[in-house]
C-alpha cells in the first residue's frame, strides 16, 4: 500500500462502481484477482464500464482548472474559512504551484484512470470467449476514453508522461519522462483513428448502451484535436463526417440539457450520472455552484450548503448579446432568498434542474455537443479561407439562440466572432480555458487575463466580505498558461522536469 501511495500515477486498481440502469450496471470485479478476469465478455464489459465511472471522478473538478483560472468564472469568498487559499481559490488568483492539492489530484485521478484503462487493453486481446467485433469496440471505447485524458493532459501541462501499456515493474515508475507534445498528440490521434475505424454510430448502440463513445464521438474528439494543433485540413475534412450521422441541434436551448433528455440528438458525448437513489453515481454540481448563503433558495433543499464556486463574472454575463435565449440558461444574475429578497449574486443554471434527494441531482456533462462542432467546422474553414461556407454553421448555432445570423465579416472579424460564439454557447462546459490557449498567443492571453483582473479588483463580481487581496492575485503571466508538475511526481521521478516559471 505504501508503494502504491507513493507511484500516485501507477496506483490504479480496478475501482468500479455500481448501478442499476444502463451500461454502469456491473458487479465489483476488484473482489477478484486479476488472472481470474479478463475470461469472457462479461467480464471485459465490466472493465470498460468501470473506465466509464472514472470519467464521473475526471469532470467533478475541471471546472477549477478550465473555466476558474479563466475570465468566465470566480469565487464566492467565505470570510470565516480560508483554508482554500492555496487550493482552488489559487486557480482564480493565478497563484498555482507544484504543491497545490488539488493540482496532484488531477495528475493522479487521470494517471490512475490511465493504468486502468492501459491494463484492460492490455488483457483483451487474449480473450477468447468474445466475438472479434465486440472485441473491437470495447478497444476502441478505451482508447477513446485513453485520447480524452491524454489530449486534456497535455493541454494542461505541455510534455506529459505518455504510457500505452502496463509496466513491468513498479520500479519502472521511476524511470518515466515526459514526452514531447507531438508524441503525445500523435498517439491521441492514433487512438482516435482507430476508434472512428472500429466503434459503432450513436443510433447503433441498444437503448441499455446509450451514453457509450460512438464513431460521432470519436470524430469529434478528432476533429478537435486537430483544430487545437493548427492542422485545419485535417480537422475540417474530420468534421464533416458528422454531418451527415443524424446528430441535429436541440431547439430549445434548455432541453439540451435537461435531465429527462439526456442523450439526446445533440450529444455527442456527455459524462453519465445517474441521481435519486443510493447507488453513488450522481451529480452534485448544482451545489458546488450555487452562492454560498442561498440554502435551498436555488437547490430546492433548505438545509443544503451550496459552495459558492465558479461563479459567472460580469465579464461573461456581459458578453451575451441582448435577447440570447441562452443566458437565462446558462446563468441567472442571483437569487431570491426566504425573506423574499433578492441577493445579486449571480450563478451557474446551466445544472440547476429539480431532484428528489438533496446533493443527488441527475444532470450529467456534456462533453461534446453538435452545437460544438458546428464551431469548429466554421472556425476551420475561415483559417483556410476565410468566412464564405463558414457562416452557415456559426449562424445556425446563432439562429437556435434566436440571433441574427452574421455576414460580411473580414477573416479576422470572424475569428472574433467564433471566440465570441463559443464562449456563450459552451459557458461553463469546461472549454473556455483551452479555447484561449489555442485562439491566443501566450502574450495575448496574458494581457486579456490581466486586463479580466484589473476588472475585478477594481470591481469584484462578489463581494469579498472585507477579505483585501493579496499583492499576487490577478497576475497572470505567460508561463502559467501550462499548468506545474506536481512537486511529489518530482521528488519521486528524477527524471521529470518541471515547466518553465514554476
Known sequence: ?????????????LSITSCKKSFLDLSDPTKKTADKFYRNEDEIRQAVSGAYSSLQNHVNSQYIFAEMSSDNTTIQLDPSDRGQTDRVEAFEFWNV???????????????????????????????TAISQQKKDQYQAELEFMRAYYYFNLVRYFGPVVLITEPLASSSDAFQTKRSPENEVYDQIIKDLT?????????SEYAAADVGRASKGAALGLLGKVYLTTKDYAKAESTLRQILPMGYVLVGDYAAVFDPKNKNNSESLFEIQYQGGNNLGEWSSFIYTFAPRGSAGAITGFPTSRPQGWNIPTRDIIAEFEANDERKAVSLQEGYTNADEVFVPIPYVNKYNHPHTIAGRTDDNWPVLRYSDVLLMLAEVINEQTGPGDAYQYINKVRERAHLIGLSGLSQDAFRTAIRHERRVELAFE?????????????????????????????????????????????????????????????FLDKNLIQNPGY
Open 1 to 13: 500500500m505504501k508503494n502504491l501511495y507513493k507511484i500516485a500515477f501507477l496506483a490504479g486498481v
Open 97 to 127: 504551484t507544484a504543491t497545490n492539492v488539488n493540482i496532484a489530484d488531477l495528475y493522479n485521478q487521470s494517471y490512475n484512470a490511465l493504468y486502468n484503462i492501459n491494463y484492460a487493453l492490455s488483457k483483451i486481446g487474449g480473450v
Open 194 to 202: 482507430d476508434a472512428v475505424a472500429k466503434l459503432p454510430a450513436k
Open 430 to 490: 469546461n472549454d473556455r480555458w483551452f479555447d484561449l490557449k489555442r485562439a491566443l498567443t501566450k502574450t495575448q492571453m496574458a494581457t486579456l487575463l490581466n486586463a479580466h483582473g484589473k476588472a475585478e479588483k477594481a470591481q469584484p463580481t462578489v463581494d469579498r466580505g472585507g477579505v483585501p487581496f493579496s499583492p499576487n492575485d490577478y497576475k497572470f503571466d505567460d508561463y502559467e498558461a501550462l499548468y506545474p508538475i506536481p512537486d511529489r511526481q518530482l
